[in-house]
Protein backbone atom coordinates (compact mmCIF):
# COMPACT_ATOMS: atom_id res chain seq x y z
CA UNK A 1 0.00 0.00 0.00
CA UNK A 2 1.53 3.08 -1.26
CA UNK A 3 1.48 6.43 1.70
CA UNK A 4 -1.43 8.12 -0.45
CA UNK A 5 -3.46 5.47 0.07
CA UNK A 6 -3.11 5.22 3.81
CA UNK A 7 -3.98 9.02 4.39
CA UNK A 8 -7.83 9.94 4.30
CA UNK A 9 -9.11 11.25 1.25
CA UNK A 10 -12.42 11.43 1.35
CA UNK A 11 -13.87 12.22 -2.11
CA UNK A 12 -10.28 13.20 -4.21
CA UNK A 13 -8.90 12.03 -6.81
CA UNK A 14 -5.22 13.70 -6.64
CA UNK A 15 -2.47 12.77 -9.39
CA UNK A 16 0.57 10.64 -7.73
CA UNK A 17 3.00 13.33 -8.92
CA UNK A 18 1.25 15.77 -6.95
CA UNK A 19 -0.32 14.07 -3.93
CA UNK A 20 1.91 14.79 -1.41
CA UNK A 21 1.57 18.75 -2.32
CA UNK A 22 -2.34 18.69 -2.40
CA UNK A 23 -2.41 16.71 1.24
CA UNK A 24 -0.47 19.86 2.91
CA UNK A 25 -3.16 21.88 1.00
CA UNK A 26 -6.26 19.93 1.44
CA UNK A 27 -4.69 19.48 5.40
CA UNK A 28 -5.19 22.95 5.84
CA UNK A 29 -8.98 23.09 4.51
CA UNK A 30 -11.21 21.32 6.87
CA UNK A 31 -13.97 22.49 5.73
CA UNK A 32 -13.23 20.53 2.05
CA UNK A 33 -12.93 17.32 3.99
CA UNK A 34 -15.98 15.52 2.67
CA UNK A 35 -16.31 17.93 -0.84
CA UNK A 36 -15.44 16.02 -3.64
CA UNK A 37 -12.08 17.74 -5.36
CA UNK A 38 -10.54 16.08 -8.54
CA UNK A 39 -7.56 17.43 -9.67
CA UNK A 40 -6.28 16.69 -13.23
CA UNK A 41 -3.95 17.36 -15.85
CA UNK A 42 -4.75 19.65 -18.65
CA UNK A 43 -2.62 20.92 -21.93
CA UNK A 44 -2.62 24.61 -22.24
CA UNK A 45 -4.66 26.14 -19.75
CA UNK A 46 -4.86 29.61 -21.21
CA UNK A 47 -3.33 32.39 -18.67
CA UNK A 48 -2.78 30.36 -15.61
CA UNK A 49 -0.86 27.40 -14.33
CA UNK A 50 -3.70 25.92 -12.35
CA UNK A 51 -7.67 26.50 -12.67
CA UNK A 52 -10.32 26.00 -10.19
CA UNK A 53 -13.64 25.12 -11.59
CA UNK A 54 -17.49 23.58 -10.77
CA UNK A 55 -18.33 20.39 -12.36
CA UNK A 56 -20.35 21.68 -15.13
CA UNK A 57 -22.85 18.61 -14.34
CA UNK A 58 -23.23 19.32 -10.31
CA UNK A 59 -23.70 23.57 -10.82
CA UNK A 60 -27.65 23.39 -9.97
CA UNK A 61 -27.10 20.74 -7.35
CA UNK A 62 -27.32 21.79 -4.12
CA UNK A 63 -24.09 23.14 -2.42
CA UNK A 64 -23.15 20.29 -0.59
CA UNK A 65 -23.38 17.66 -3.34
CA UNK A 66 -21.21 20.10 -5.82
CA UNK A 67 -17.93 18.69 -7.25
CA UNK A 68 -14.53 20.43 -8.24
CA UNK A 69 -12.19 19.85 -10.65
CA UNK A 70 -8.63 21.39 -10.60
CA UNK A 71 -6.77 21.65 -13.73
CA UNK A 72 -3.15 21.62 -13.45
CA UNK A 73 -0.85 22.28 -16.53
CA UNK A 74 1.73 19.34 -16.75
CA UNK A 75 3.98 21.08 -18.58
CA UNK A 76 4.82 24.66 -17.80
CA UNK A 77 6.55 26.60 -20.89
CA UNK A 78 8.66 29.42 -19.00
CA UNK A 79 10.14 31.97 -21.70
CA UNK A 80 10.52 28.65 -24.17
CA UNK A 81 11.56 26.23 -21.70
CA UNK A 82 9.69 23.94 -20.56
CA UNK A 83 9.58 21.97 -17.70
CA UNK A 84 7.22 19.49 -15.63
CA UNK A 85 5.19 20.38 -12.28
CA UNK A 86 7.41 17.77 -10.84
CA UNK A 87 10.03 20.06 -11.03
CA UNK A 88 8.39 22.93 -9.67
CA UNK A 89 10.09 23.55 -6.25
CA UNK A 90 7.09 21.82 -3.53
CA UNK A 91 5.92 24.79 -1.30
CA UNK A 92 5.09 26.83 -4.95
CA UNK A 93 3.03 23.90 -5.67
CA UNK A 94 1.80 23.88 -2.68
CA UNK A 95 1.15 27.76 -2.58
CA UNK A 96 -0.92 26.97 -6.03
CA UNK A 97 -2.83 24.66 -4.96
CA UNK A 98 -3.84 26.50 -1.55
CA UNK A 99 -4.84 29.53 -3.57
CA UNK A 100 -7.13 27.20 -6.67
CA UNK A 101 -8.76 25.62 -3.34
CA UNK A 102 -9.48 29.23 -2.08
CA UNK A 103 -11.70 29.43 -5.58
CA UNK A 104 -13.62 26.32 -4.19
CA UNK A 105 -13.95 27.54 -0.71
CA UNK A 106 -15.63 30.98 -2.64
CA UNK A 107 -17.75 28.78 -4.98
CA UNK A 108 -19.23 26.75 -2.49
CA UNK A 109 -20.80 28.97 -0.81
CA UNK A 110 -22.50 30.68 -4.15
CA UNK A 111 -25.83 29.00 -5.84
CA UNK A 112 -25.78 27.86 -9.16
CA UNK A 113 -26.93 30.87 -11.03
CA UNK A 114 -24.28 32.97 -9.33
CA UNK A 115 -21.65 30.81 -10.08
CA UNK A 116 -22.71 31.32 -13.80
CA UNK A 117 -22.91 35.05 -12.97
CA UNK A 118 -19.01 34.62 -11.58
CA UNK A 119 -17.97 32.88 -14.85
CA UNK A 120 -19.52 35.19 -17.13
CA UNK A 121 -17.88 38.20 -15.13
CA UNK A 122 -14.50 36.65 -14.90
CA UNK A 123 -14.60 36.07 -18.46
CA UNK A 124 -15.35 40.04 -19.39
CA UNK A 125 -14.03 42.01 -16.69
CA UNK A 126 -10.57 42.71 -15.83
CA UNK A 127 -11.43 44.28 -12.34
CA UNK A 128 -13.42 40.96 -11.26
CA UNK A 129 -10.74 38.56 -12.41
CA UNK A 130 -8.29 40.78 -9.86
CA UNK A 131 -11.29 40.66 -7.24
CA UNK A 132 -11.76 37.04 -7.49
CA UNK A 133 -8.14 36.34 -7.40
CA UNK A 134 -7.28 38.55 -4.90
CA UNK A 135 -10.25 36.63 -2.55
CA UNK A 136 -8.75 33.28 -3.46
CA UNK A 137 -5.52 34.80 -2.22
CA UNK A 138 -6.95 35.61 0.91
CA UNK A 139 -8.87 32.48 1.92
CA UNK A 140 -4.93 30.69 1.30
CA UNK A 141 -3.75 32.64 3.99
CA UNK A 142 -6.58 32.55 6.48
CA UNK A 143 -6.30 29.07 6.25
CA UNK A 144 -2.39 29.52 7.00
CA UNK A 145 -1.13 28.83 3.89
CA UNK A 146 0.68 32.38 3.27
CA UNK A 147 4.11 31.15 3.64
CA UNK A 148 3.14 28.47 0.69
CA UNK A 149 1.24 32.01 -1.24
CA UNK A 150 4.45 33.83 -0.74
CA UNK A 151 7.06 30.69 -2.32
CA UNK A 152 4.71 30.97 -5.33
CA UNK A 153 4.77 34.55 -5.43
CA UNK A 154 8.23 35.04 -5.37
CA UNK A 155 9.09 31.75 -7.58
CA UNK A 156 6.88 33.83 -10.65
CA UNK A 157 8.04 37.15 -9.92
CA UNK A 158 11.76 36.70 -8.71
CA UNK A 159 13.34 33.12 -9.75
CA UNK A 160 11.07 31.58 -12.91
CA UNK A 161 12.23 34.33 -15.34
CA UNK A 162 9.05 34.69 -16.83
CA UNK A 163 7.89 37.36 -19.25
CA UNK A 164 7.31 41.00 -18.03
CA UNK A 165 4.17 40.84 -18.86
CA UNK A 166 2.95 37.64 -17.07
CA UNK A 167 4.53 39.18 -14.10
CA UNK A 168 2.91 42.65 -14.45
CA UNK A 169 -0.39 40.12 -14.67
CA UNK A 170 0.18 38.61 -11.82
CA UNK A 171 1.41 42.29 -9.95
CA UNK A 172 -2.02 43.27 -11.03
CA UNK A 173 -4.44 40.48 -10.22
CA UNK A 174 -3.44 38.70 -7.20
CA UNK A 175 -2.29 40.34 -3.43
CA UNK A 176 1.47 41.53 -3.48
CA UNK A 177 3.87 39.44 -0.72
CA UNK A 178 3.43 42.87 1.50
CA UNK A 179 -0.67 42.33 1.74
CA UNK A 180 0.16 38.87 2.44
CA UNK A 181 2.50 39.40 5.25
CA UNK A 182 0.20 42.37 6.55
CA UNK A 183 -2.78 39.24 6.44
CA UNK A 184 -0.32 36.99 8.18
CA UNK A 185 0.30 39.28 10.97
CA UNK A 186 -3.50 40.52 11.35
CA UNK A 187 -4.43 36.66 11.74
CA UNK A 188 -1.57 36.48 14.42
CA UNK A 189 -2.79 39.21 16.41
CA UNK A 190 -6.49 38.63 16.06
CA UNK A 191 -5.77 34.57 17.35
CA UNK A 192 -3.26 36.25 20.07
CA UNK A 193 0.14 34.35 18.62
Known amino acids: MKQKDSLEYSHKIVPDEIWREAYIALSHYPELKDTP ?7 NIKKSFMQAQPKFGGLFKKRKNRGYLIFINRKINIEGHEFDVTTVPSDVLIGWIGHELGHIMDYRDRKGIDLVWFGMK ?3 SKNYIREAEREADTY ?4 GLGKYI ?14 AAYKTRIQNLYLSQEEIMMLIDEAHASSGK
Open 150 to 163: IATKDFILNNAHLS
Open 140 to 143: AVAH
Open 122 to 124: YLT
Open 37 to 43: IEFRFKK
